[in-house]
């Protein structure tokens, strides 16, 4: 098959792109950004080529395949339909890629990507795996079985894949511009749950979680005892994380996560509740697991003489609290300062107290301006990154030409963090930094 994707810069693009080409496909892209992004390495890796004008004249064989920030307006797609290709949405076609794969689904609000990614590593060392991860990663081979998707539940696009096994990490208010509330958050993982041909792995010990019903085989993991799955006897140092997982009251193995923070404890049992699922010896488990080293943008650090930056996709209030956390395990004895991009108004408005709570627990942070390519601002006039700054103790504006105003914390560490791109933010930064 040919495809064409437009958008395939995008973090979830870039995977569906070298999971095609992988596959045996022909694959062809088209981004409007001409900047370098992180999920570039994928593609330039395989050699896909990348058109960012309308130069490209795809043959009547291939399928069009758009992003979801692309709109049905944009002068591509309007060119593309006038050719009369085949279109297919983004989910569509990932939805019709799980119905021919052994598929484990990893949804939830938060940990999506790196449990996906470790439980990936783990079945593709053991078995052979597929994998679509959020980070920009995919892989795919014919002879794979099993295919591990990371399943966002923006707009209800999770309910498009049909899973074998689920896992669901938590379930948090997101994504308000597509859902009501809380409950019909729940509602829709529920459906998902209820979608699920074979088991579901679920951290029991969050409440939104345990209202999920389903007649389906159910296995729990988490801190509290009444879990299937345990992590016990937890050590967070500045040097990582090991604690002991019990399996059904039974010792099962001790791990040295080389990650910071208890939610990474918490990704990583959701990891090995599939493996056992899985029938995957303990040892692999333990091996991958141990030198495990993250995903992409996920608390990713780079050291530029005394200052750390760390760029974290953090952009939710509790995600920003992981991340804090995870800093001050790391560097208990360095001031942390948060950079926050905020993406989309009606997150910012919703979460708008949540959001000022965790980011006054920072030694200093600062706001950007929040952007956003799928929300009007006009139709959000008293939601602002100023509005969100009066409520922050200790906090400022910063906008990446006002970057000196970092100058006072060369010393500490700095965590960058956004869903939206604040790599030129970072790189601004760094360039200051090396005058």
């Given at each position: 098959?040919?495809?064409?994707?437009?958008?395939?810069?995008?973090?979830?693009?870039?995977?569906?792109?070298?999971?095609?080409?992988?596959?045996?496909?022909?694959?062809?892209?088209?981004?409007?950004?001409?900047?370098?992004?992180?999920?570039?390495?994928?593609?330039?890796?395989?050699?896909?080529?990348?058109?960012?004008?309308?130069?490209?004249?795809?043959?009547?064989?291939?399928?069009?395949?758009?992003?979801?920030?692309?709109?049905?307006?944009?002068?591509?797609?309007?060119?593309?339909?006038?050719?009369?290709?085949?279109?297919?949405?983004?989910?569509?076609?990932?939805?019709?890629?799980?119905?021919?794969?052994?598929?484990?689904?990893?949804?939830?609000?938060?940990?999506?990507?790196?449990?996906?990614?470790?439980?990936?590593?783990?079945?593709?060392?053991?078995?052979?795996?597929?994998?679509?991860?959020?980070?920009?990663?995919?892989?795919?081979?014919?002879?794979?079985?099993?295919?591990?998707?990371?399943?966002?539940?923006?707009?209800?696009?999770?309910?498009?894949?049909?899973?074998?096994?689920?896992?669901?990490?938590?379930?948090?208010?997101?994504?308000?511009?597509?859902?009501?509330?809380?409950?019909?958050?729940?509602?829709?993982?529920?459906?998902?749950?209820?979608?699920?041909?074979?088991?579901?792995?679920?951290?029991?010990?969050?409440?939104?979680?345990?209202?999920?019903?389903?007649?389906?085989?159910?296995?729990?993991?988490g801190f509290k005892e009444n879990n299937d799955l345990v992590a016990k006897n937890l050590e967070l140092?500045?040097?990582?994380?090991?604690?002991?997982?019990?399996?059904?009251?039974?010792?099962?193995?001790?791990?040295?996560?080389?990650?910071?923070?208890?939610?990474?404890?918490?990704?990583?049992?959701?990891?090995?509740?599939?493996?056992?699922?899985?029938?995957?010896?303990?040892?692999?488990?333990?091996?991958?697991?141990?030198?495990?080293?993250?995903?992409?943008?996920?608390?990713?650090?780079?050291?530029?003489?005394?200052?750390?930056?760390?760029?974290?996709?953090?952009?939710?209030?509790?995600?920003?609290?992981?991340?804090?956390?995870?800093?001050?395990?790391?560097?208990?004895?360095?001031?942390?300062?948060?950079?926050?991009?905020?993406?989309?108004?009606?997150?910012?408005?919703?979460?708008?107290?949540?959001?000022?709570?965790?980011?006054?627990?920072?030694?200093?942070?600062?706001?950007?301006?929040?952007?956003?390519?799928?929300?009007?601002?006009?139709?959000?006039?008293?939601?602002?990154?100023?509005?969100?700054?009066?409520?922050?103790?200790?906090?400022?504006?910063?906008?990446?030409?006002?970057?000196?105003?970092?100058?006072?914390?060369?010393?500490?560490?700095?965590?960058?963090?956004?869903?939206?791109?604040?790599?030129?933010?970072?790189?601004?930064?760094?360039?200051?930094?090396?005058?």
């Amino acid at each position: 098959m040919k495809y064409y994707l437009i958008g395939i810069k995008g973090s979830g693009m870039s995977a569906l792109a070298g999971l095609l080409y992988d596959l045996g496909n022909t694959v062809v892209g088209y981004d409007d950004g001409l900047d370098f992004k992180y999920t570039l390495a994928g593609l330039e890796k395989r050699g896909i080529e990348i058109y960012h004008d309308s130069s490209f004249i795809p043959s009547s064989d291939f399928i069009v395949c758009y992003s979801n920030a692309i709109k049905e307006e944009h002068k591509e797609i309007k060119r593309l339909k006038e050719l009369n290709l085949k279109m297919v949405r983004y989910q569509d076609l990932i939805g019709n890629l799980s119905k021919s794969f052994d598929t484990i689904s990893v949804s939830g609000t938060h940990g999506k990507t790196t449990t996906s990614l470790m439980i990936a590593s783990i079945l593709d060392k053991t078995y052979g795996a597929n994998y679509f991860v959020g980070d920009g990663r995919g892989h795919g081979d014919t002879k794979n079985k099993l295919f591990v998707l990371e399943s966002c539940e923006y707009n209800k696009h999770f309910l498009e894949y049909f899973p074998k096994t689920l896992v669901i990490t938590n379930i948090e208010l997101e994504h308000t511009e597509c859902y009501k509330d809380i409950e019909d958050i729940i509602k829709n993982f529920n459906i998902l749950a209820n979608k699920t041909s074979d088991n579901l792995v679920l951290c029991g010990d969050l409440e939104n979680v345990l209202k999920i019903k389903s007649d389906k085989k159910s296995y729990y993991y988490g801190f509290k005892e009444n879990n299937d799955l345990v992590a016990k006897n937890l050590e967070l140092t500045s040097t990582g994380s090991s604690f002991d997982v019990y399996y059904k009251n039974s010792y099962f193995e001790h791990f040295n996560l080389k990650l910071f923070g208890r939610h990474m404890i918490l990704d990583s049992l959701a990891a090995i509740m599939v493996s056992i699922l899985y029938n995957v010896p303990k040892e692999i488990i333990k091996e991958v697991l141990d030198n495990f080293k993250g995903a992409n943008r996920r608390f990713s650090e780079t050291h530029v003489k005394n200052t750390i930056i760390i760029d974290d996709y953090a952009h939710h209030p509790t995600e920003i609290m992981a991340t804090l956390d995870s800093a001050r395990q790391k560097y208990p004895n360095k001031k942390i300062i948060g950079v926050f991009l905020p993406n989309t108004y009606s997150r910012t408005e919703a979460l708008m107290e949540d959001f000022a709570k965790v980011l006054s627990k920072f030694d200093y942070s600062y706001v950007m301006d929040i952007k956003c390519d799928r929300e009007r601002q006009e139709d959000y006039p008293n939601v602002s990154s100023d509005i969100l700054i009066s409520k922050i103790k200790n906090a400022k504006k910063l906008s990446i030409d006002k970057i000196e105003e970092l100058d006072s914390y060369k010393n500490d560490v700095i965590c960058f963090m956004s869903c939206a791109n604040i790599t030129p933010v970072i790189n601004a930064f760094i360039d200051y930094l090396n005058k």
